[in-house]
């Protein structure tokens, strides 16, 4: 717009000018080897402003051209784009469907023109692995690796997940261990290697994980005591069979105290102890336990402690006997059941009769407290209460034996035929 308006005020004044100067023109004399060009000012004027117009127009023209090239480009690849993202819709909807070799092909095939390339060749890498295609789903990941460069946390977090489909554990473990230390905090790395870990019943390094993240959002309460308790159990177990109950003593001095306080972990090698035969241990693990919590912490800790065999006149008794007198209602069976097995392994008849007696008395008796309570009363010789205990086992007995009736029978539907038959 511009140029025009000057090549036009140009031409104006040099119209305008014309006149004035048509008597006294002079000229203009070009001269060259072998060319002598001479005219007017007037029509020099108006020869560089038709030059000009021509300069122009080839400008144009040229521009115009560049325009509709880079437009038809535009045009094809935005097409191409569009597609790209349909068909990579369409792949992710095959993937949840099961079809997985169509998932990779659409996935392969449109990751050039895809907005997120790296995440295709993935979702290929994905797919490739469901069907089975080990040597395509490397491929994919090594092409994802290429385009990532060094921001490739995404693709090394999909390499190791195949990894570990592929029931490859040791190079997992290997990748889980390396994104560890690229990316400590980052939430689907550590829910990888704590599955990766799990696999490879890496208890190590299991707890090593829980001592660095503590409690993290990405893990219910309810999930973080089950790693705990699976950690807890399998490091017990591997002590226990590669050194024996010493080594698990020694092993569980050294534990640090977030572990020590924990009744779970605390069950866990009083039950081992006692399987190992050793009594003595688990006795003073199980007397600091009791001194240490309160009665609704213990939960875990009564049925390992029927399985005690103790003195009757010991310290732990005494201790268990005192948090007897002084318990609530509701846990009071639960010492009456402890102190009932220990003085029936102690032959203490009448001592453990009054704890059986006790515990008859509620509806917290098990199966196995009313077997042997009756074989206290038989060694008492106290008739009444055995034939009592026969008596109620019998009646569970039946209890059990009788089918569960509690549905409701829908009339059969040729009810009119029956009743006029």
Known sequence: MFRTLFLMLLLLAGLIAGPYISGNQGYVRIETAATVIEMSIVMLVVFFVVAMAVVYLLEWIFIKICRMSSGAYNWFSTRKHKKAKQETLEGLMRMSEGNYSKAEKLFSKNAKYADEPVLNLIKAAEAAQQNGDDLAAN???????????????????????????????????????????????????????????????????????????????????????????????????????????????????????????????????????????????????????????????????????????????????KVLTKRANKANVKYADDYARVLGYIYTRNNEYEKAKLQFELLLAHDECLPDDRIMALYVAEQTNDYILANRIREENLKQVNMEALPKTNEVFALPENIDNVKSI
Not at 157 to 175: E, F, N
Not at 208 to 229: K, M, P, V
Not at 266 to 294: C, N
């Open 139 to 317: 491929k994919y990941l090594i092409k994802a690796t290429e385009i990532a460069g060094t921001n490739n946390l995404a693709v090394e977090l999909a390499r190791t997940r195949i990894l570990l489909q592929q029931g490859k554990l040791p190079a997992a473990r290997t990748a889980i261990d390396s994104l560890l230390e690229l990316a400590p905090h980052n939430d689907e790395v550590l829910r990888l290697a704590i599955q990766i870990y799990k696999e490879l019943n890496a208890y190590v390094a299991l707890d090593r994980l829980l001592s660095d993240i503590g409690q993290r959002n990405f893990l219910t309460a309810t999930e973080y005591a089950d790693l705990e308790h699976f950690v807890d159990d399998g490091l017990q177990n591997e002590r226990l069979q590669e050194d024996g109950q010493e080594g698990l003593l020694i092993w569980w001095e050294n534990q640090p105290n977030r572990r020590r306080k924990s009744v779970y972990s605390r069950v866990g090698v009083i039950k081992r102890l006692i399987d190992s035969d050793d009594h003595q241990s688990a006795e003073q693990i199980a007397l600091e336990t009791l001194k240490k919590f309160e009665d609704e912490q213990l939960q875990g800790l009564f049925t390992q402690l029927t399985r005690l065999q103790v003195a009757s006149d010991s310290k732990f008794v």
